[in-house]
């Protein structure tokens, strides 16, 4: 079993920075993938982006890419999504999730194992 809890979501401008994280529970943190899901009020939850257990390989949603960089220090067992140049419609409650499949880094939410109960941004215009 793997706990996740997220922090450092809140309250941003449009066109602003922020950055959540993601702390694991266990010590085997850098044998899972990570990835990062959102789901705003009345949607369907959907990927954001995914890193691979070394780091080595990232994946983003194409609504993201070039605004949102994934990255992990596996010696803190933390993943962190950094969001910039935000938009209204990127509001949402942000979960993360870790694979025990370290190379997977799709789009699937079946193929990750453990999710933590998210963290709220909210991106006002």
């Known amino acids: 079993q793997v706990r996740l809890v997220e922090s450092g979501g809140g309250l941003v401008q449009a066109g602003g920075s922020l950055r959540i994280s993601c702390a694991a529970s266990?010590?085997?943190?850098?044998?899972?993938?990570m990835g990062w899901f959102r789901q705003a009020p009345g949607k369907e939850r959907e990927f954001v982006a995914a890193?691979?257990?070394?780091?080595?390989?990232?994946n983003y949603a194409d609504s993201v890419k070039g605004r949102f960089t994934i990255s992990r220090r596996n010696a803190m067992d933390t993943v962190y999504l950094q969001m910039n140049s935000l938009k209204p419609e990127d509001t949402a409650a942000y979960y993360c999730?870790?694979?025990?499949?370290?190379?997977?880094?799709?789009?699937?939410?079946?193929?990750?194992?453990?999710w933590g109960q998210g963290t709220q941004v909210t991106v006002s215009s």
């Open positions: 999730a870790a694979g025990s499949r370290g190379y997977y880094i799709g789009t699937y939410s079946g193929r990750y194992d453990f």
């Open positions: 890193i691979s257990s070394s780091g080595d390989s990232t």
């Open positions: 266990r010590r085997t943190f850098s044998s899972y993938a």
